[in-house]
Structure formats: structure tokens, C-alpha cells
């Protein structure tokens, strides 16, 4: 009971979002305000020996005659080439921060439109988590497929894919189990990327597309007609459009 409890907890601080508006009332280290994790987590080698561990925000930078944020992250000792990459990923970060406006530093839900905790959007992304990756709305209904694929994908992203969670809430009941690896209930993420079974599709594919990047390198090496004066970086960048051959 205790662990389940302790899992949604978790849950609950992963939906806040914290708005810095001055710095007083945040933690530098201990919370999530720069990205969806705190820094003590994101940069665990820089927290560790880190003079500032319990510092707020507004403890760790001075304001510039320019206007500029100077920030001032203090260590107990001499840091490693490894950790001065690691702190200058860190200032990278820090130097497009900007606070927002308002008076006063606040909190608000991630996961409702109305920025306000409720109870169903803590469960609904328990049983569905979100990804940190927004889902490409704008590819659904493309023309390099079917309007059949389209809908199934726009099924996809509204979760309405009659996988057996689904038919539960339709109130049809038995054991929930993913019939491909019979390991998991069966949900539309587990399904789609989750599953042993799908995972493997994916690695399938992406091995495919691994292999026409590596043949066209090794025609770009071996000086072919059609590379000619193409640089590795326009090669890197608009592979799929000399290579790839949609499904």
C-alpha cells in the first residue's frame, strides 16, 4: 500500500510545473523549474559537490549593468574536465532562461488545461503517462499515406484504439493481458511501443534506416557521380529526401 502511495506521490511532483518569477520561494537545485526535472537530478555530479545544495534561485545569480543574469555555481573543489563540460551545459541552459512575469514565484498542474490539480488528470496520466515528446498532430493526416493510416494514427493519439483497458471502461471485464508478449496489461502504449514484440518492429526498422545512412556514406567516401560537392552536412541533413523511400 505504502509503495503505491509513494508511487503516486511521485506522480504528483512530476505534474507541477513551477512558474520563477523572482527566485525567492525555489529551490536552485531541489526543484523542477528549468526543465521537467530538478537539477539535482538532471546534473547529479555537478549537486554532489556543490556548495549551494539548499541555495534558492535568487542565491545564485547577480544582475549585470547590461541586464544580464550572472550566474554563480559554487563547488567544494576543483572540478574535472568532464564536470566543466557538464557545468558549461549547465550555464548553456541557464543563459536562455528568462523569469516570467508576475510578482511572485508560483506553481501550476501540467496536466489539465486549466492549470489547477484535479484528481482525474493525476490518474488519467498514471494510467496513460504523457511523453516528454509531443506527439507530431501536424503528420496525422499526410499524404504520404492512406487516409486509413491517418485515422489510425488519429486514434492513436486520442487513445481510442479498442485495446482491452479500453473495453474495460466499455464494461467489458476479464484478465487484462497483452496477448503478444503476455507479460503486461494491454494498453495503447504498451502495444504500440512498450511490448517486447513491437520493440523488436522497431528495432527492425531502425536498423533499416541505419544501414541506408552507412550506404550513403560510403558512396559520398568513394567520390560517386551524384555526391559530388555534397558536404557530409547536407548529407546528414536531408538524408530521408536523397534516401529513404517511404512505406
Same mark, same amino acid.
Given at each position: ?29 531541489l ?11 538532471? @546534473? ?10 539548499? %541555495?534558492?534561485i ?17 563547488? *567544494? ?7 566543466i ?6 550555464? #548553456?541552459?541557464?543563459?536562455? %532562461?528568462?523569469f ?5 514565484d508560483?506553481?501550476?498542474?501540467k ?13 488519467? *496520466? ?8 509531443? @506527439? ?7 499524404k ?22 479500453s473495453?474495460?471502461?466499455?464494461g ?9 508478449c ?8 504498451h ?6 514484440? #513491437?520493440? *523488436? ?10 544501414d ?6 560510403? @558512396?559520398?567516401?568513394?567520390g560517386?557521380e551524384e555526391?559530388?560537392?555534397?558536404s ?8 530521408k ?7
Amino acid at each position: 500500500m505504502w509503495r503505491g502511495i509513494s508511487n503516486v506521490k511521485k506522480k504528483y511532483i512530476e505534474g507541477i510545473r513551477y512558474q520563477a518569477c523572482n527566485g525567492i520561494k525555489i529551490k536552485f537545485w531541489l526543484d523542477p523549474w528549468l526543465k521537467d526535472k530538478p537539477l539535482c537530478d538532471v @546534473f547529479p555530479g555537478l549537486f554532489a559537490v556543490a556548495n549551494t545544495k539548499d %541555495f534558492f534561485i535568487a542565491d545564485m545569480f547577480e544582475i549585470e549593468e547590461s541586464g544580464r543574469l550572472s550566474w554563480n555555481c559554487q563547488f *567544494n573543489r576543483r572540478l574535472y574536465d568532464y564536470e566543466i563540460r557538464e557545468v558549461v551545459r549547465l550555464l #548553456a541552459d541557464l543563459d536562455v %532562461f528568462c523569469f516570467e512575469d508576475g510578482e511572485d514565484d508560483g506553481r501550476e498542474w501540467k496536466w489539465n488545461k486549466g492549470k489547477s490539480f484535479s484528481v482525474k488528470s493525476c490518474y488519467n *496520466n498514471i494510467t496513460h503517462p504523457q511523453s516528454s515528446t509531443p @506527439f507530431p498532430v501536424d503528420k496525422i493526416w499526410s499524404k504520404e499515406w492512406s487516409q486509413r493510416v491517418s485515422f489510425f494514427l488519429w486514434l492513436v493519439y486520442k487513445l481510442r484504439i479498442l485495446t482491452y483497458d479500453s473495453l474495460m471502461k466499455k464494461g467489458r471485464y476479464g484478465p487484462n493481458v497483452c496477448y503478444m508478449c503476455l507479460k503486461k496489461e494491454e494498453s495503447v502504449n504498451h502495444t504500440l511501443l512498450h511490448c517486447d514484440f #513491437a520493440q *523488436n518492429i522497431w528495432r527492425m526498422l531502425l536498423l533499416e534506416v541505419v544501414d541506408k545512412i552507412k550506404l550513403m556514406m560510403a @558512396f559520398w567516401v568513394e567520390g560517386r557521380e551524384e555526391f559530388r560537392g555534397v558536404s557530409i552536412e547536407q548529407m546528414v541533413v536531408n538524408w530521408k529526401e536523397m534516401f529513404y523511400d517511404p512505406p
